[in-house]
């Protein structure tokens, strides 16, 4: 089995800056890509940021959201900068990835996800 665990969720005034990270453990051959997605109360998870050879950004999230990966740990971490009131939501790690070395298939797994609030 896999697992996501993310931590670093939290209560921020807008304008601050926290910091996401996601490390993933358990059966694992090679990661293809890891992500963050976010969803608010009432609306659909959305894309936030992923990273696999190179970074894909929300256009919401450009300039202030960064993401970053150590391959070697298979974490992946995201820092939140000029979070404003409408980045509330929960937040969801993300990874792609091949569990053995014979797996064709590639499987998509989830964190459980982590609180992001920021007050206005």
């Known amino acids: 089995q896999v697992q996501l665990v993310e931590s670093g969720g939290g209560l921020v005034q807008a304008g601050g800056s926290l910091r996401l990270s996601c490390a993933a453990s358990g059966s694992i051959f090679t990661i293809l890509a890891m992500g963050w997605y976010r969803q608010a109360p009432g609306k659909q998870r959305e894309l936030v940021a992923t990273?696999?050879?190179?970074?894909n950004y929300a256009d919401s999230v450009k300039g202030r959201f960064t993401i970053s990966r150590d391959n070697a740990k298979n974490t992946v971490s995201l820092q939140m900068n000029s979070l404003k009131p409408e980045d509330t939501a929960v937040y969801y790690c993300?990874?792609?990835?091949?569990?053995?070395?014979?797996?064709?298939?590639?499987?998509?797994?989830w964190g459980q996800g982590t609180q992001v609030t920021v007050s206005s």
């Open positions: 993300n990874a792609k990835l091949k569990r053995t070395t014979a797996d064709w298939a590639v499987y998509d797994y």
């Open positions: 990273i696999s050879s190179s970074t």
